[in-house]
């Protein structure tokens, strides 16, 4: 299979999962995976169609791949960065979850879901008081409720220290 034949493959699979054809499109990315086991593009559409189907498990080995290779896009990689960290959360693995995420987070600092699945494995892993930081942090900064922005400087304040007290 030639490089045209690759992206149209890709391209394709890729539509079948969007338009809800996830096996199909499981089939179709695993055939390409043993026809580029180096591919780190494929690699991700792999383990995203493992993760709509339910087979986080199997996900994982797809992920890490992809995100051990090179060629993934800076988008690419941010959501492969996501779909690890949580698939590693929904599977219990709090701790890796909480390393991949933290690293996704500290390459891609504005992107709230990144943060928000940081938060929920924080809290996991017992660190309440971070994950309920950066959750208020994110309500501060993105929410586009009136009184949530009225009350920005102090709920930033309070994010910081929610046991200060006067």
């Known amino acids: 299979m030639n490089d045209d034949d690759r ?3 890709l ?17 179709r990315l695993l055939a390409l995976c043993a026809d580029f086991p180096a591919d780190a593009e494929i690699a991700y559409q792999t383990a995203w169609a493992h993760d709509v189907l339910g087979l986080e498990a199997e996900a994982v080995p797809f992920y890490e791949r992809g995100l051990g290779g090179t060629g993934l896009s800076e988008e690419d990689r941010r959501g ?9 959360r929904v599977l219990g693995q709090y701790e890796k979850a909480v390393e991949v995420l933290r ?3 500290e390459r891609f600092p504005d992107d709230g879901a990144l ?12 660190e309440h008081h971070e994950a ?12 586009a ?4 922005r009225q009350y920005r400087a ?11 007290t006067v």
Do not use: C, K, W
């Open 7 to 9: 992206d149209s493959s």
């Open 11 to 27: 391209a394709a699979a890729v539509q079948l999962r969007t338009e809800g054809h996830r096996e199909e499109a499981r089939q």
């Open 80 to 88: 492969a960065l996501l779909g690890l960290g949580s698939t590693y």
């Open 103 to 105: 690293g996704g987070v």
């Open 115 to 126: 943060r928000t699945f940081l938060a929920m494995a924080l809290f996991n892993t017992g």
């Open 132 to 143: 309920m930081r950066l959750l208020l942090e994110l309500l501060a900064t993105s929410s």
């Open 145 to 148: 409720d009136p009184y949530v």
């Open 154 to 164: 102090a709920i930033e304040h309070y994010a910081r220290d929610l046991h200060e």
